[in-house]
């Protein structure tokens, strides 16, 4: 049995995320590592005031056809979602569509402050944790956030419209990957066929 969920709260008491310690055991961990190491793992360029940069991390985004996704102006066409990814989104039961995956190679990748509002985009999300401890901060007002240590195996379900980041640290860290699972509008940047658009 997983452990109970822990509610996080900001200091006015509003719900930022909910806490399941443990949703995998080790074993449903380790099987899979090989699932992971496969995916086609891309590091891409964005621009920051007129600059191109590498983003701090790798990524691979996973989804159904049609699922689009487009954030910090690159526009993510899916890759195929492998099975065993696919019976962990059955298992969460909450509709999702499409995964982007993130992989933290040491402690100087990190994730900027966001918070997932691009319009093709559910604002509830759930973040499944894998290998290495790290804190991700949440926050709805500025001054006001909350740190949330998540271990290995841990699923965080993050409230809509909060704003949240992965910030860099000097400690060593073993390599950590995060798969977010989230619900996409199909068709919204190309018309197909799931969403009922064209011929
Ligand atoms: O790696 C994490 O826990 C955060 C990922 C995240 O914020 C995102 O993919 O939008």
Known sequence: MPDPEQCIRDSRGRILARLCPNWLNLDEQQALEPVLAALPWQQPEVQIFGK?????????????????????????????????IDALMARLDGGFNAVLVNRYRDGRDRMGWHRDNEPELAPDLAILSLGGTRRLRLRFDPKDSQGVDLDSGSLLWLAPGVYHCLAPTAKPVPERVSLTFRRILPGFHRPCPAAGHGV
């Open 52 to 84: 191109s940069h590498p983003i701090p991390r790798q990524q691979c985004y996973l989804g159904q056809p049609g699922c689009d996704y487009r954030y910090s102006g690159l526009l993510l066409t899916p890759e195929p979602i492998p099975a065993a």
